[in-house]
């Protein structure tokens, strides 16, 4: 939970009410975007 709260900023809260499932699928999104800012600055 703190490693999307710290990579979006929202509220804690407003993530321990998000289902399992759609906290994973943030995460995957986070990790996505990391990948690509990564591959961006080895160019």
């Known amino acids: 939970m703190a490693y999307i709260a710290y990579h979006f900023h929202w ?4 993530i321990l009410d998000m289902e399992h ?7 995957r999104e986070i990790a996505r975007i990391n990948r ?5 600055r080895q160019q």
């Open 11 to 14: 509220p804690i809260d407003d």
């Open 21 to 27: 499932e759609e906290r994973h699928l943030w995460l």
């Open 36 to 40: 690509e800012i990564n591959e961006a």
